[in-house]
């Protein structure tokens, strides 16, 4: 049930159009859409204020697309499906010639809110060209969440004076997203400039002993810039998500 129908049907409660029973019965159905291959989690979305992401990778074409078309019927909000393959994102764009892919973010957005936040701006840095990927995954997912966001690309430790050439745009950003791989200690340097809320993205970039991201992830997890937050390796999209729920909380 979308939150807009939950609140016609306790207004049409309220007065009298409705009886109570009525709105018992309406309620009663269980917010699961079962398609047989999936149960889709449609309550999600009046919990936590947003529908089920796709998780395209490991899934047919097929399934994602009947997934994304349930999705379209049954929520209003952004319906984003995440690393999705080549094939099942041209198979989603026959599907519904509306739909954007974001083809290095392996992100398609289905359907998108706009400008839902405005002065709320999340800033996203990359620490290298090879992190973007993740980057733009968390960019990308930003915007279909209606937030102001901006980039910083190409900004890692190794060269001191480009991260601390931009850091006015950290300072006045509501929180900033780091994306980075190697040692990861971009996300100390961002946490020790700015006030803003800081989330880390650890990345698989790196050479050997990087061991697909585990040094970064743990580099971020033991910095010592008091309050930076650490998601899962490669988790562009969670970042961005998290980025959403500060800033609902700071609006």
Do not use: W
Not at 201 to 210: A, D, F, I, K, Q
């Amino acid at each position: 049930m979308r939150p807009e129908e939950l609140k016609d049907l306790l207004t049409a409660m309220k007065d009298g159009s409705t009886s109570i029973d009525e709105a018992v019965r309406a309620l009663q159905d269980l917010p699961i859409s079962d398609l047989g291959f999936a149960q889709l989690d449609t309550h999600r979305e009046l919990r936590q204020g947003l529908p089920e992401a796709i998780y395209a990778a490991g899934k047919t074409t097929d399934e994602v697309v009947a997934i994304a078309r349930n999705l379209l019927d049954h929520t209003s909000g952004p319906v984003l499906a995440t690393r999705t393959p080549p094939e099942t994102a041209a198979g989603l764009i026959d599907e519904f010639p509306f739909a954007i892919h974001h083809e290095r973010a392996r992100l398609v957005v289905l359907r998108a809110d706009q400008d839902k936040y405005p002065d709320r701006p999340i800033t996203v840095v990359a620490a290298g060209t090879s992190d973007l990927p993740v980057a733009e995954e968390a960019f990308f997912a930003c915007g279909a969440f209606g937030l102001e966001v901006t980039r910083i690309t190409d900004a890692g430790a190794a060269g001191l004076h480009r991260i601390l050439a931009v850091q006015d745009r950290l300072r006045d950003a509501t929180a900033v997203i780091v994306v980075a791989g190697m040692e990861g200690a971009l996300a100390t340097i961002v946490g020790g400039l700015t006030a803003a809320p800081v989330i880390a993205v650890p990345t698989s970039v790196g050479y050997g002993s990087s061991f697909e991201g585990l040094a970064a992830l743990l580099a971020m997890l033991n910095s010592c810039a008091a309050g930076v937050t650490v998601t899962n390796i490669d988790n562009g999209f969670g970042a961005a998500a998290a980025a959403l729920r500060l800033v609902r909380a700071a609006s």
